[in-house]
């Protein structure tokens, strides 16, 4: 009997044990199941804010120019893009060229003058002057033509892009490229493409706004902290 009071005592023992390190696994699980959650959660959350203001202009998309808060905050404007291409057909050293652009022809992407740029195909920004622009209505840019210089080999071809946008807040480009006589080049330029980019204007309305005003536009019961600086 003694012997039996013994085991029972060491089965016991072992069953604390065993409880005990099963306890232990289980609040582990559900801690780090729960961090797991929340995390996951949070996640979710951040992707619900960063698309809201990442992923379109927002509602209205002219919200950056009204005196009421949006429905919706959104980041995001229009940017084109104009691939053109050079060709020479003679040696050219560093002269002016020039061709027609088509930056707007139906008038509906509200193109502004001064947001014009030029880079070439290492990304660096060149010196150009536009002459004999065509405007739409609210000096909205048309056509026109571009004149830069180039440096081409006889049967070289060089490739360019003109970017534009309707932002407001650019500051015109201050180069001065007159026209030359030379001829001994083929200039294409291609569709414009439409690309995204966070717009300034978006950007500068953001900060007359108020916490309040930008919180209620978003899907979320957390709270959070924004800072935009100039």
Request: aromatic share 14%; glycine share 4%; proline share 3%.
């Amino acid at each position: 009997m003694a012997f039996s009071n013994i085991d029972f005592a060491i089965a016991i023992g072992v069953f604390v044990v065993f409880v005990g390190v099963l306890f232990g696994y289980v609040v582990n699980y559900l801690v780090n199941y729960r961090n797991m959650a929340a995390s996951s959660e949070l996640t979710g959350v951040a992707t619900d804010i960063f698309n809201t203001f990442f992923t379109s202009k927002g509602v209205p998309s002219n919200w950056d120019e009204l005196s009421l808060p949006p429905v919706k905050v959104g980041l995001i404007d229009s940017l084109y893009r104009m691939a053109i291409n050079v060709t020479g057909s003679a040696d050219i050293n560093n002269k002016a060229i020039n061709g027609t652009l088509n930056f707007d022809s139906e008038c509906s992407k509200n193109v502004l003058n001064e947001t014009v740029r030029l880079y070439n195909s290492s990304n660096s920004e060149i010196p150009f002057q536009l002459y004999n622009q065509t405007y739409c209505s609210n000096r909205y840019l048309r056509a026109g033509d571009i004149v830069f210089n180039v440096t081409l080999s006889a049967g070289q071809t060089k490739f360019f892009y003109v970017y534009f946008s309707p932002e407001k807040n650019v500051t015109n480009t201050s180069y001065s490229v007159v026209f030359s006589n030379e001829t001994s080049y083929v200039f294409q330029a291609f569709p414009v493409e439409e690309l995204q980019t966070i717009s300034i204007d978006r950007l500068k309305a953001l900060k007359r706004l108020s916490f309040t005003d930008v919180v209620q536009t978003l899907v979320t019961g957390y709270d959070f902290k924004m800072e935009v600086s100039s």
